[in-house]
């Protein structure tokens, strides 16, 4: 069990998150993977900085246009198309409770010199307290941190059970290319 490692899965802002924007360079540019609703867009505009919020979910991505015109919009199947950002680099990007192994790399890649990537989702033992417990969903011990360290500094990682909101299993990262991270 990880001590205090309590965040909120749905409707707020992740914990984890916010504990690492400041990280993000003061109106720099951020891809939300995966954006679902959009809570971290638009925490991420709130804080200045320029957000592209990317879903398959084209009336959830339409809501958040509404709610906050600043922040650009894509309706893109990322696990059936092609990569819809070659070439582009973003200074940080964050991804919650979302995994699709082959974009691993690419997020990497399209992570910029002094980029910051914060991640957390499920891991290997969340199906014991419900979805998702399809292993293609759930990282194995120690996963991001594997695929990460040779490419970037790590500056926190965490994995194991939390209770709140309710329970799950979770694994969460933030790392950066920066050579020696600020830790906030």
Known sequence: M???MSFEMSGTTSRWVQRFLPLIKAGGSVLDLACGQGRH???????GCRVEAVDRDAAALAAIAARTPGIVTRVADLEG???PYPGRQFDAIVV???LYRPLLPVLLDALDADGVLIYETFMAGNERFGKPSNPAFLLRPDELLDMVRPHLTVVAFEQGTV???RPAVMQRLCATRRREPVLP
Not at 41 to 47: I, P
Request: glycine share 0%.
């Open 2 to 4: 990880i001590p205090d």
């Open 41 to 47: 867009s638009l925490l991420l505009a709130q804080c």
């Open 81 to 83: 198309e092609p990569w």
């Open 96 to 98: 919650t409770n979302y």
């Open 163 to 165: 209770a709140v909101p």
